[in-house]
């Protein structure tokens, strides 16, 4: 099986002019996500880890987060969305959690997109979204791994969330 990179693209929106204190060029200041992708082309099977977050964005007044990755594929059908576990308390959480699934020959032929949207869990009020990053995946007619670790960037709809 051939190894891939992907190049991570940075976004930043003009609308925040705030430098964060002490921050490095060239890290993103939503937080980091590494993971790692693997598709079998004779099983169709499809593995999608995971693994951890870095330099998470405090959400809470005290300066931490409470987060978990909601992982989607699209364009899917079953299992669309999947989420991992709740890390409380932390900006540098690991993961470590891999989610399977099956990849018919008719969905082969269709460009897919792997979604990881960082989330900070609240009981009280409405989880809010960290930021995310979305992966092209290459072709599904031959083996192939993608790890890395990409900027999670926030990107503003309609609605002003991701």
Not at 31 to 52: D, H, N, R, T
Request: with cysteine; hydrophobic share 35%.
């Amino acid at each position: 099986s051939s190894n891939l990179k992907t190049e991570s693209e940075e976004i930043s929106p003009g609308t925040d002019d705030k430098k964060k204190k002490g921050s490095v060029r060239g890290t993103s200041k939503y937080g980091k996500i590494k993971y790692k992708i693997k598709f079998e082309e004779q099983s169709g099977k499809l593995e999608v880890c995971v693994i951890a977050c870095e330099d998470l964005k405090a959400m809470k007044i005290g300066g931490t987060s409470n987060p978990y990755v909601m992982v989607t594929l699209q364009p899917w059908t079953a299992h669309s969305v999947l989420k991992t576990k709740v890390v409380k308390n932390c900006l540098n959480p690991v993961f470590n959690e891999t989610f399977t699934t099956m990849i018919s020959k008719e969905e082969r032929r269709l460009q897919k997109q792997v979604i990881f949207e960082v989330v900070d869990w609240d009981l009280s009020i409405k989880s809010q979204k960290i930021g995310k990053h979305v992966l092209a995946t290459p072709k599904m007619n031959h083996d192939w791994v993608i790890e890395d670790m990409s900027n999670l960037v926030f990107v503003y709809n309609e609605s002003g969330l991701i």
